[in-house]
């Protein structure tokens, strides 16, 4: 028995990607696998060769590609050998521990997990964190007039269906996938992108943490006196990073003590050229990569977080993080977004450079606004946003998937 009074599990995750990198996802996987241990549960974590380890995780890894030091991120495709590589090492994981949960965290790990759900008997949990092909549109690594495009849609289907439980993050992740029948509507469950409450918190105004910020933002290079809009995620065009750039250049021009800290990975070196090109690198900071464990000191130099996704399919786990902070949020309409603020936000008309520069604008300038946004989403985050309550729903889903299987 757990901590909770429920059947422990001995728990096979499995995570397609270069675990840990300081992005969204691996967040997810991160905070979910530290709670649900907290819950009593045994885990293993089977992931790629590359990668940080983190303290607490038992992690295996497959084997050694000495020619890919850096991230995969995102489609692409070393990924075709990479997962044979962690297929190998999932089996044999597998086979010492005796899993009786799999929990696959995006479609890759699901393939994978799917042959050990019926060799061992252990119900495939599918970590649902967006659509694989539109990821795939997103990325540019397939067109939809491609010939491969419909097969990998009808994979996709086939793989949501042959989970046993398919978890999204957000409820308008899960009503897409019951309207277009691309999962068994009994085994939709939502869990939501939780955050640390305690150590993400508003910034408290202390004599030593104004001196802390001020020497942060000294390291970064932002000039003293500049009001900070403060971003977090992966840089790409479908992150809405190229959009955000470009309506720096709008709002600095009207406002020259406004700063844009756009931080995040991979090739930041692109953007801050972008950047240059536009004039604005003076106004533009791109450290790169932030240690996650760092994240809140960094979020706490912004006076505005901004969230310019444009995917409509995959979660948005900044914006929780964010509103912990006490942060306005300024986020482009889009149902994930909506869903996770409410109307702790201001929304910018999707894909428009012009209107995110307004309502950023909004934000920065209206201050009554932007502290009554900023207490409503920390409230919001508190009451709902736990990964304690998280874990626990997961949990939950263990235990109904497990007695189906039985």
């Known amino acids: 028995m757990n901590n909770s009074g429920e059947i422990s599990h001995t728990i096979l995750m499995l995570a397609s990607t270069s675990f840990f990198s300081d992005y969204g996802n691996h967040v997810r996987i991160w905070e979910e696998a530290r709670a649900i241990q907290k819950l009593g549960h045994r885990l293993v974590l089977a992931t790629y060769h590359n990668g940080d380890n983190m303290p607490g995780i038992d992690i295996r890894r497959s084997w050694d590609v000495p020619w890919i030091k850096r991230a995969v991120v995102g489609s692409s495709r070393h990924k075709l050998y990479l997962d044979v590589g962690l297929g190998w090492r999932a089996l044999r994981v597998a086979l010492h521990e005796r899993p009786t949960i799999i929990h696959a965290h995006t479609h890759e ?13 252990a119900p495939l949990v599918l970590d649902y964190q967006g659509s694989m092909t539109s990821e795939m549109l997103d990325h540019g690594f397939v067109k939809a007039s491609s010939p491969f495009y419909m097969p990998l849609v009808r994979l996709e289907r086939f793989l949501n269906h042959q989970a046993d439980a398919v978890v999204t993050s957000t409820h308008n992740a899960a009503e897409l996938l019951r309207r277009d029948g691309a999962a068994h509507p009994d085994r939709l469950y939502t869990v939501t992108d939780s955050v640390d409450t305690d150590r993400f918190r508003p910034f408290d105004g202390s004599p030593a943490w104004t001196a802390q910020r001020a020497e942060l933002c000294a390291q970064l290079g932002i000039p003293a006196g500049r009001r900070i809009v403060a971003y977090i995620g992966l840089l790409a065009p479908y992150q809405g990073t190229n959009v955000l750039i470009e309506a720096a250049q709008i ?32 106004h533009v900071t791109l450290p790169g990569r932030i240690i996650y464990r760092d994240l809140h000191s960094y979020l706490a130099l912004g006076d505005v977080a901004v969230a310019p996704k444009m995917s409509l399919t995959e979660g948005n786990g900044k914006i929780s993080n964010y509103m912990a902070m006490g942060l306005p949020v300024v986020a482009f309409e889009t149902p994930v977004s909506r869903e996770i603020l409410g109307t702790s936000g201001i929304y910018a008309r999707l ?13 920065l300038e209206n201050r009554a606004l932007a502290a009554r946004i900023g207490a409503e989403g920390r409230a919001r985050a508190v009451a709902e946003f736990s990964w304690e309550l998280s874990a626990r729903k997961i949990e939950e889903i263990y235990t109904q998937v497990s007695r189906h299987r039985k």
């Open 109 to 121: 790990a699901a393939a994978i997990g799917l042959p050990l759900k019926h060799l061992f008997g």
């Open 251 to 282: 709002l600095t021009r009207r406002h020259p003590d406004v700063h844009f800290l756009i931080m995040g990975h991979p090739d930041p070196h692109s953007y801050r050229a972008y950047a240059a090109s536009l004039g604005i690198d003076d």
């Open 351 to 363: 894909g428009s450079v012009e209107d995110l520069a307004e309502k950023l604008e909004l934000a």
